[in-house]
């Protein structure tokens, strides 16, 4: 890619316990643009946004955002290196003891001493950029699934962030809710002038908005370009994910120590499936 | 066979255990000292110390005063065979100060405000709360978990004191119009037996001291617990009984030093 890297992963390598998730990542996202980070689930796409957001550090290889590398900073600049990044969480992780604006204006209050009437501007400018200035008052409770994440939405990027993540922003909503979303993430990007990495396994709608493309799978990057180019791709595995096919490079059968007929066999004869 | 396997065993725990307690007590200092930190809110510190205080105190005097009436009973049944019913009040206070103040309060806050505190932060956990924040750049240690520490080693003390005068309240209202002690006596010779540094202070160290390991433990337990549903539940039963049997524990240890 020839346009500037906002951040750069070079051999990543992360393991949980004797378990590799990532195996040697490496990843170029260019500033500016919007893109989606697939791959099965247990893939490690979650892991791979908190090492970007350094609250995983890899055991290996670099990871470096707008020019810093990560593993040299100290604690300090590392949260000051956060308040300019966004998260949406897979479960919006809301407050639940704050309503809908204490919590967009969670992040204001904690690192500003801001005036009251210019607080309350900024987070209603917010919770009106996803249609919920109505819904201010309300406890996250009293949210259905949709405007909960469109208020984490308001929350991750009432700091104005020049990143943005979003774990799986699609899962568990209704299609017009999805399109809601959807429709806001790309009109975040390019109201804020941010980068945004987008994690999902909803093709169809993560490539009505994403730039370019990275399939994560067995730890590594196998595939990454333009949704174009991933579509036309020739790779057995990045056919199989983006097409949604049951059986290929990822088998549907987790492996088992005996063949069907074998297992059957033995079942039979001691009285009881295993 | 089996006592040869149960040594290496042993063993073996504990040394699972004690690095275990190294990185449990480095959260406790880093929580502790994040008082200086700039997300540390003195406004939250005393809204959980009202928490604490509203969720415990009715529990806490209706407590401790049934222990004072049943002090009165039993003390009295004691006393009264060797005619020394003069000496009921200072037993009834010595028994509450000196052991049974501290260690009932720091029960009774296992239970009730302890259990709370871990479910609370390990849902916080399994709700990704925790995490969220950490990602606005707000430390938990400082945010939500030191608040609820200094608010418990706060709040057990005056607890405890609140325990001792109620408990002995309910002593007097026993002994006194009840079972007949003179009033005048009672008073008197509780006043000049209990000595202020050697029973009162070592009573209110001693709930210090619990009011640390209960609410070390509770807040510990959650912020450890797995994110599931089942994780906190799991948390919050074992963040009772761990604390409870500590403190029962701890009382020895510190009656030992403290009283010998
Ligand atoms: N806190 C954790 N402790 C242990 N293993 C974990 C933890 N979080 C994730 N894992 C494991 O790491 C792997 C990758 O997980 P994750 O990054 O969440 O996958 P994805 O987001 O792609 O579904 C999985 O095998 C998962 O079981
Ligand atoms: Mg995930």
Redesign the pocket.
């Known amino acids: 890619m020839a346009a500037e890297a906002l951040v750069e992963l070079e051999n990543v390598r992360f393991a ?2 004797s ?1 590799p ?1 990532l195996a040697g990542v490496d990843m170029h996202i260019p500033r500016g643009a919007i893109v989606a980070l697939m ?10 946004l908190n090492l970007m957001a350094g609250t995983l550090r890899p055991q290996s290889g670099q990871i470096r955002i707008a020019g810093q590398d990560l593993q040299k900073l100290s604690e300090d600049a590392m949260y000051g290196l956060r308040r300019q990044m966004g998260m949406l969480f897979q479960h919006s992780a809301l407050f639940t003891d704050l309503s809908a604006f204490e919590n967009v204006a969670f992040p204001l209050r904690r690192h500003f001493r801001l005036p009251e009437n210019l607080l309350r501007k900024l987070v209603m400018m917010k919770l009106e950029a996803v249609g919920l200035r109505g819904a201010a008052g309300l406890f996250p409770a009293e949210l259905s699934g949709g405007m909960g994440r469109r208020i984490a939405l308001a929350r991750a990027v009432v700091m104005d962030p020049m990143l943005i993540f979003y ?2 922003p699609f899962t568990g909503l209704d299609p017009i809710s999805v399109g809601i979303i959807a429709s806001l993430i790309k009109r975040l990007n390019t109201a804020l002038g941010a980068t945004s990495v987008l ?1 999902s396994h909803d093709v169809e709608e993560t490539f009505s908005i994403a730039d370019y493309g990275f399939i ?1 799978a067995g730890g590594k990057i196998i595939a990454e370009g333009s949704p174009a180019d991933l579509r036309a791709s020739d790779s057995a595995l990045a056919r199989q994910f983006l097409g949604g096919q049951p059986d290929g490079p990822v088998p549907f059968h987790y492996p088992a120590r005996q063949d069907y007929a074998a297992a059957l066999r033995d079942s039979h004869a001691a009285g009881e499936v295993l | 066979m089996a006592m040869l396997e149960f040594i290496p065993q042993l063993g073996r725990r504990a040394l699972q255990t004690v690095p275990g307690l190294g990185v449990a007590s480095r959260f406790l200092l880093s929580s502790l000292l994040s008082v200086f930190n700039r997300h540390f809110s003195f406004q939250q510190l005393f809204r959980q110390i009202y928490g604490f205080g509203v969720r415990s105190l009715i529990l806490m005097v209706v407590a401790a005063f049934f222990t004072g009436m049943v002090l009165g009973f039993q003390g009295y049944y004691a006393l009264v065979r060797f005619g020394a019913t003069s000496a009921l009040g200072t037993l009834i206070a010595l028994s509450l100060l000196r052991e049974l103040g501290p260690v009932l309060t720091a029960l009774l806050f296992a239970g009730r405000a302890g259990s709370a505190l871990t479910a609370e932060i390990s849902s916080m956990k399994a709700t990704e709360q925790l995490s969220a924040m950490e990602m606005m750049a707000v430390n938990p240690l400082a945010w939500v978990v030191a608040p609820r520490l200094w608010a418990g080693i706060i709040s057990v003390p005056i607890l405890c004191a609140i325990f001792d005068l109620v408990g002995i309240f309910g002593g007097y209202l026993i002994s006194v119009p009840v079972l007949g002690v003179d009033g005048g006596t009672f008073w008197a010779q509780m006043q000049s037996n209990v000595t202020f540094s050697g029973d009162i202070l070592t009573g209110l160290f001693k709930a210090l001291c619990f009011g640390v390991v209960v609410t070390w433990i509770a807040a510990w337990k959650g912020y450890t617990a797995r ?1 599931t549903a089942e994780g906190v539940g799991n948390a919050t039963t074992l963040s009772v009984v761990t604390a409870s049997l500590t403190v029962l524990g701890l009382d020895f240890i510190l009656t030992a030093l403290l009283f010998s």
Do not use: F, I, N
């Open positions: 949980r316990g378990h998730v791959g099965a689930s247990g893939g490690g796409k979650t892991t791979m774990d799986e994690v994560l | 994110p």
